[in-house]
């Protein structure tokens, strides 16, 4: 696009003025990015051009397509923010200091010259790197202090993948994954759906490829049908509405290729079953043609035009049977991301679903364009959409601000993609309050929410007038009573994410923080104790704590012990990377062991999921003495009839052995569907249904349950029980649930010898 075309669309809307200090960026940003090209070929003024087009449709003031123009020339170019600074002053300098990453030179994580880059985009993979974490962290929290710039970076964005093709295909791949995973959720909470809707389209086409072009080309072959149908679907209703004096704008909207994949995803069926391809919207207009209508404020027009749209509603049930269940009011309730629209789904006249949308024209505005009508209806002499507006900047504001607080880019970005996630709860306080979650919330997710001292304080909950554990997942429409202690603070099991006590990372981090401002010395015990429980649980021996300090990034264990005592480290991840660590070093050391014995245990389990250094075809079978699991430390032992036998190291027939040339190195190569047996042993004081709740947990988490022997001791009862696991992740986590039990004071790894 040439900047011609984009100062001829903006004649008739900006000032001599504004149109020359566009100019003036333009040849700043030419200037600047003389000579690069980006991937296609074409001119990198180009993109910058294109951003700033995308944003004059969404009628964005001048200062920001200002900023559009410039906004790669620090981060790709030669010049200084100071140098845009003196030229176009604080405000546009700060949106793009904003668009700009801000890692104060974070490596580009990105192969190739600038002139081929796509300018301020992310790698991305399944596990992001430190780096790119990093760099979306604080991007976004720079993000926050100007909403415009979310908009621009939204902008740049969508340009990015419409030209998306030119790159490798893992590139391409990764860079869409990323636009699914946290930008087109922007969009849809700033309520920008044109932006989200396209991006997900095309962010689909990228990593789905085939099943994108699947769908697509499904749509195509019946286009001429369903617009057949369509049409005369939009001219009944039209006809309808005229009769009855409502002035209105039916249309055909197709469903976009991402919805529908979902749909089909989400219920479990092809295609071919998939009716509701199209949809039909309404868009009530306001009664000012007339001499009286034109008397009343803006405000009594915008409630006739509501009440109209109920009206129509009517009208629809009427020509068509509504399917039950189908209707939604996004008008007396409007969505999260302050969307308002009637839904309903009816059966037409060929026997198929059809979808209708009934909103008013500033609804609709507030629907296409979000966060960007504001400036819109502010050209337009109207007010009311700032009250929408306020609400949305407060919730991009509260969404940053206590993530200020989240040094980890990891950490910020799974938080990042819990609040931005469509999937919401919605519960009410005891008020009628509507309180937002994300789904899989609990009622500490809700009493953080309220405020940070309701969370500390909690210690029950009533969801709809019953008591419920605070682990409780709460449903849209719960009424949720939060139940206080006068003092107190957060249980550290809250932060255990296999118990499931919190699942919004708004109040996790409060959790932490609370932690954190407890003394120092008791957060280093805290934490020792922590570590020593959970490797004693688990029976890990030969651990260096040196070691798994330096693992986690710390110079002295009290450092590290501290963070595990303030929450930011939990135990179960220590255990999962002092696992990893000990698997890499078995090699190293299988060499180390004491002098042998012969083993006389027999071995029965057979498992092909056993890689055996140096050595193919033998037969593998895991020992019955030690029930070596995946995470275990192993070693091989050659028998002279059954193949290698595999133990754990710590395993006494292992440490007794003489023969040395008979052990070999060995490594698990699990498969997903493997269990391992594992005998654990359960100490508590006993009372009525202590198995049946052990046996529910078990079976809540998959986990079969078999040989159970107790032995009771008075009051006391102790419990050997063998547990089938896939690896020692699985297993800590059940025995972290069942240390939660009433009664239970110890639960662990039985181990023989």
Known sequence: MKFTSLSKKLTNNLSYAELSLLE???????????????????????????????????????????????????EDSTVSLKLVERTFGDEVALMVDGVTKLTGQVQRQHSGDKSQSLGSEYRHTKYISDNQAETIRKTFLAMSDDVRIVIIKLADRLHNMRTLSSLSRNRRQRIAQETLDIFAPLANRLGMWQIKWELEDLGFRYVNPKKYKEIASAINRQRIEREKRITATVARLQKELEQHGISAEVTGRPKHIYSIWNKMQRNNIPFDQIHDVRAVRVLVKDRSESVVDNMLSTEKQEQQAVADCYQVLGIVHHLWNPIPGEFDDYVATPKDNFYQSLHTTVVNDEGNPLEVQIRTEIMHEGAEYGIASHWRYKEDGKKKQDKSFDKRINWLRSMMDWRQDLTDGHEFVDALKSDLFPDRVLAFTPRGDIVDLPNGATPIDFAYHIHTSVGERCRG??????????????????????????????NRDWLNTDLGYVKSARAREKIRSWFRRRARKENIAMGRSIVDRELKRLNIKGYSIEKTTEIFGYKIPEDFFAAVGYGDIHGQTVINHIVEWLRGKSEQEAESLPPPQ????ELQIETPEI?????????????????????????????????????????????RVRERDRLISVEWRTKPDKVYPVTVRIEAFDREGLMRDISTIVADEHVNMGDVSTLSKGHEVHVNVTLEVSDLSQLSRVLSKIEELTNVTMVQRYRLG
Not at 53 to 72: E, N, R, T, W, Y
Not at 622 to 640: F, K, M, N, S
């Open 461 to 490: 909950a009533k969801v709809n007038g019953v008591l419920v554990p605070l682990n409780h997942l709460l449903e849209s429409g719960d009424q949720v009573e939060v139940l206080t202690s006068k003092a107190g603070g957060p």
């Open 598 to 601: 012969e083993v006389r245990n």
């Open 24 to 74: 003036k960026a333009y040849k700043f940003a030419d200037k600047a990015h003389e000579g690069q090209l980006r991937a296609s070929g074409e001119p990198f003024i180009e993109h910058s051009i294109a951003v700033a087009d995308i944003l004059v449709d969404l009628g964005l003031p001048s200062v920001v397509l200002v900023s559009a123009l410039l906004h790669d020339v620090v």
């Open 611 to 655: 890689s055996v250094s140096g050595t193919r075809g033998l037969v593998t079978l895991l020992a019955r003495c030690c029930h070596p699991v995946p995470g275990d430390e192993i070693v091989g032992y050659t028998t002279r009839v059954r193949g290698v036998t595999i133990h754990r190291k710590d395993c006494p027939n292992i440490l």
